[in-house]
């Protein structure tokens, strides 16, 4: 199989920008790792490829389910992965990841044995009484697993709900599966050649804030407003993605509209934080500075020529 090409790190670095180019330079098909952009109808806030982008390169793992879909999973992800990937190799085309998630980046690439498989009984046990009470379930899970307490904030029920039931089924907090990753990174499932994208923080954020308000401009709140017209509860896991979770606040009354945009932009600007430690923990990942975009591209353009072309030659 061709080494796969990673594309990675926190939001608003031109990564998809930089699939796009790479892939039409040299015949690769985009594979979205992205834990948003996999539901239908959540567009503009996952910052979906357009109907343009996607006639340039051909892009899969893209709206492949609905948003009120609750048994999708990670490993329902990492399985949709496989298969993509087994074509791409039996049609000899290079594949290119590229996203910000990641935990999907990590099952499709790494051996996950380190990680507990969910138990659906308790883990409807625990959501109903994360509903029931959420800051009283936030504190308890932080009293018994400090770092997660840390990490995590109360309104971000998946990973709380997650960190509880790793704990009641294994005994050990969630925190401390973290210190199996290294031991992971040697046990690769795919060859793969990694990329992270960053910026000096005072331009990321920038690039951050301006990202919102170009959502907002290109229909976010009307996107919003179709998906609870829908129906789509407040409390799915895909609804409390970042942009929909605060703009059904603003819909219900509880802030204002311009209180909900500023409240998306320090959201995102804390995730991207968290995608940043994330992907530093990978010590393969080769890094470049995109303040100055266009040098930083022929330098990856360059780096990818090395590790992947050439070495087919």
Not at 271 to 285: S, V, Y
Request: with cysteine; aromatic share 8%.
């Amino acid at each position: 199989m061709k080494p796969l090409l990673l594309i990675c790190g926190p939001t608003a670095c031109h990564k998809s920008e930089t699939a796009l180019r790479i892939a039409e330079k040299w015949g690769g098909e985009i594979l979205s790792i992205d834990s948003v952009a996999v539901y239908r109808g959540m567009d503009i806030g996952s910052a979906k490829p357009d109907p343009a982008e996607r006639q340039r390169v051909p892009h899969h793992l893209i709206d492949i389910v609905d948003p009120n879909d609750t048994s999708f999973s990670v490993a329902a992800f990492q399985q949709a992965a496989d298969e993509v990937l087994r074509d791409l190799d039996r049609r000899n085309v290079q594949p290119i990841l590229v996203g910000g998630s990641g935990l999907y980046c990590d099952a499709v690439l790494e051996d996950m044995g380190y990680a507990l498989p969910s138990d659906k009984a308790l883990r409807n046990r625990l959501e109903q009484a994360y509903d029931d009470d959420p800051q009283a379930f936030f504190e308890r899970m932080a009293e018994d697993d400090g770092p997660s307490g840390q990490k995590l904030h109360v309104n971000d029920k998946k990973r709380v709900v997650r960190a509880r039931e790793v704990l009641l089924l294994s005994g050990k907090p969630f925190s401390a599966f973290n210190q199996a990753y290294l031991a992971a990174q040697r046990n690769s499932r795919y060859p793969a050649v990694r990329i992270g994208l960053n910026m000096p923080r005072e331009k990321l954020y920038a690039g951050i804030d301006r990202r919102v308000d170009r959502m907002m401009a290109q229909g976010l709140l009307e996107e919003v407003k179709g998906l609870k017209a829908k129906g789509y509860d407040r409390k799915l896991p895909a609804m409390q993605a970042i942009g929909y979770a605060q703009l059904l606040a603003y819909l219900e009354g509880e802030v204002s509209l311009e209180t909900a945009v500023e409240n998306i932009k320090r959201a995102t600007r804390q995730f991207a934080k968290r995608q940043l430690t994330w992907f530093r923990r990978d010590e393969r990942i080769r890094w470049f500075d995109c303040e100055n975009y266009e040098e930083a591209y022929r330098e990856i353009e360059r780096y990818v020529k090395e590790t992947i072309y050439d070495r087919r030659a």
